[in-house]
């Protein structure tokens, strides 16, 4: 009898051991799988709403329109960097993204809904004006006054990678 308890306690635990494998493992698939799923790569398209020619029933114009539904969205978006803060700070922290090179800059700024306001807080050392860059953050639907350029995103920038062509 003493044989088939010791039998049936390892057996009790080798099934303990491969629940809990298991447990942690669909755990670990599950994390990863919700955040990756939460990451959406956008276009700058994607921030306007769809043109239709007209000014709508509320008179604001196509540029200051947004989309309500990109709050708060985990994205991935590329763009050029123009730096607010550059000549205070040996890195960027605080920077609009846009959709072209010079823009704010050489050019007139993009309409506000073309335009990111962003942090990056750790900064960024920019070394070109002209190098493209993949942003990811979360975004949200807010308006920002800067003597640049108003924009009516922002974006909490999580990581910040160059644009391989």
Request: hydrophobic content about 40%.
């Given at each position: 009898m003493d044989d088939t308890i010791k039998l049936y306690q390892k057996h009790t635990m080798t099934l303990n051991i491969h629940f809990f494998s298991y447990f942690i493992?669909?755990?670990?698939?599950?994390?990863?799988?919700s955040s990756s799923a939460e990451l959406e790569i956008i276009s700058w398209q994607d921030l306007a709403p769809e043109y239709d020619g007209s000014m709508g029933l509320d008179d604001v114009p196509w540029g200051e329109r947004v989309r309500?539904?990109?709050?708060e969205k985990i994205v991935r978006i590329p763009g050029f960097i123009v730096p607010l803060d550059f000549e205070q700070r040996q890195s960027v922290t605080r920077f609009l993204l846009v959709p072209y090179f010079?823009?704010?800059?050489?050019?007139?700024?993009?309409?506000?809904?073309?335009?990111i306001y962003a942090e990056f807080e750790p900064g960024y050392n920019l070394e070109s004006f002209w190098q493209p860059f993949w942003i990811e953050g979360k975004i949200f639907v807010n308006r920002v006054e800067e003597d640049l350029a108003?924009?009516?995103?922002?974006?909490?920038?999580?990581?910040?990678?160059?644009y391989d062509y």
């Open positions: 493992a669909v755990i670990f698939l599950t994390m990863s799988h309500p539904e990109m709050n010079g823009a704010c800059i050489h050019e007139p700024p993009p309409p506000p809904n073309q335009t108003t924009a009516l995103y922002t974006l909490s920038a999580e990581k910040i990678e160059l």
